[in-house]
């Protein structure tokens, strides 16, 4: 249980707030790569509760910059993408990809008005088939190299998946809350339990937790001798089977989630028709009616990832988390609060958080994804189509 002056430090994300300062120490994926193109050079990003605009200019450059116009307001959603930036529909204040204003074409000539001007601007980087940003105080650190984002021998899928209506720290937590798996998802597992309310809670003999350098790995030991064991990359990515579930927060209420995969070459020369697989999928709502929330909605309860987005949203937009009763099973819940409090003091103390990385030409960061591989290989998954189910299963 927490009060409730805790709860707001570990869940708001915007400017200022505790949790919304450390995650600002880390890069955020804000679109798929495809997404901007010639015919729809711009599109609109919330991100940390701020309102931004993502285009691409006619020289190929990338910018993440406010979404309204510092002149009077006017969202640069609409605004002309040109060679040198984006001008804003209305009065035409051109911006560059650093948030210069190079023109204010209505002021009189001569003049030297827009040099003035300073538009907020965030750099952006094209990664893994994603662009990614970084909101935080420079230098920007670097992009971590995670096994699943830069292994080449093999591939990045990516798959964005339907807002999430809630906070990003409710899927954060039920990704270190290995008791739901068996009950949850008692029906994605090709087999009935002996029993609806204990799923198959007695096929597993405990589980536990421990930190790495990047986050925390959450171990289950089966009854039958089968150790599963993946991270939590902290502070907002789970890395289970071959993907990593990257859960942006948006606002305080609503979260974006990417998914890249790592597809190895051995599957998808394996009947995995991964080389027609496209390199996004855009995932259908799990909901309907897709705008609502509980209770004036509805969840599809037979995929896995529809069953966690249910129990997530239900437990409200913010968790209250002063009414809750934690029980033993929640112990990787505490330890992922603690560390967050840990974590928020040290970005107060001007320290890098956990799993920021400044070495430029830092190695590959080993998630143990190829143990992941071996084991979704030695359960009979040839295919990509087969590869995701099984991955949002194991949560
Ligand atoms: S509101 Fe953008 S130029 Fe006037
Ligand atoms: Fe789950």
Redesign the pocket.
């Known amino acids: 249980m927490l009060t409730r002056e805790e709860n707001e430090r570990l869940t708001r994300v915007g400017p200022g707030t505790p949790a919304g300062e450390l995650l600002r120490r880390y890069w955020h994926p804000v679109a798929a790569a495809e997404e901007l193109t010639d015919d729809r050079p711009t599109k609109f990003v919330r991100i940390l509760g701020e309102d931004l605009v993502l285009f691409k200019d006619r020289s190929g450059r990338v910018g993440l910059i406010a979404d309204?116009?510092?002149?009077?307001?006017?969202s640069?959603l609409y605004?002309r993408v040109e060679e040198r930036g984006i001008?804003?529909?209305?009065?035409?204040?051109l911006y560059d990809t650093e948030g210069s204003c190079l023109e204010?074409p209505?002021e009189p000539a001569g003049s030297m008005f827009h040099l003035t001007v300073k538009h907020r601007a965030y750099p952006v980087r094209q990664f893994a088939g994603l662009y990614w940003t970084y909101l935080g105080p420079l230098p920007a650190p670097e992009i971590p190299r995670y096994d699943v984002w830069v292994r080449t021998d093999g591939s990045q899928k990516i798959d964005v998946y339907p807002r999430l209506d809630c906070n990003w720290f409710q899927a954060m937590e039920n990704s270190v809350d290995p008791a739901h798996l068996q009950i949850l998802h008692q029906d994605s597992q090709g087999r009935r339990a002996p029993n609806t309310t204990r799923g198959f809670t007695d096929s597993v003999l405990g589980f536990d937790f421990y930190e790495v350098p990047y986050g925390i790995i959450k171990r289950r030991q089966y009854a039958n001798g089968r150790i599963d064991e993946h991270p939590v990359i902290f502070p907002n990515i789970l890395r289970v089977g071959n993907c990593t579930q990257i859960r942006v927060p948006m606002d305080d209420t609503h979260t974006n989630i990417f998914f890249v995969r790592f597809v190895p070459r051995e599957i998808a020369g394996n009947g995995g028709g991964t080389d027609d697989e496209s390199d996004v999928r855009y995932l259908e709502p799990f909901k309907t009616p897709s705008e609502a929330q509980h209770p004036f909605t509805r969840f599809r309860m037979d995929l896995t990832l529809a069953q966690d987005h249910m129990a997530w949203e239900t437990q409200g937009p913010i968790a209250d988390r002063s009414i809750e009763r934690l029980a033993t099973s929640d112990r990787g819940i505490v330890l992922l609060r603690q560390i967050m409090v840990r974590e928020i003091d040290r970005v107060h103390q001007g320290t890098d958080p956990l799993g920021v990385v400044r070495d430029p030409n830092h190695p590959m960061i080993d998630t143990h994804l190829s143990e992941s591989l071996e084991e979704l290989m030695e359960r009979g998954y040839a295919g990509t189509a087969e590869l995701l189910p099984e991955a949002a299963r194991a949560q």
């Open positions: 309204h116009c510092a002149h009077r307001g006017a640069l605004g001008a804003c529909a209305y009065h035409g204040w204010c209505a």
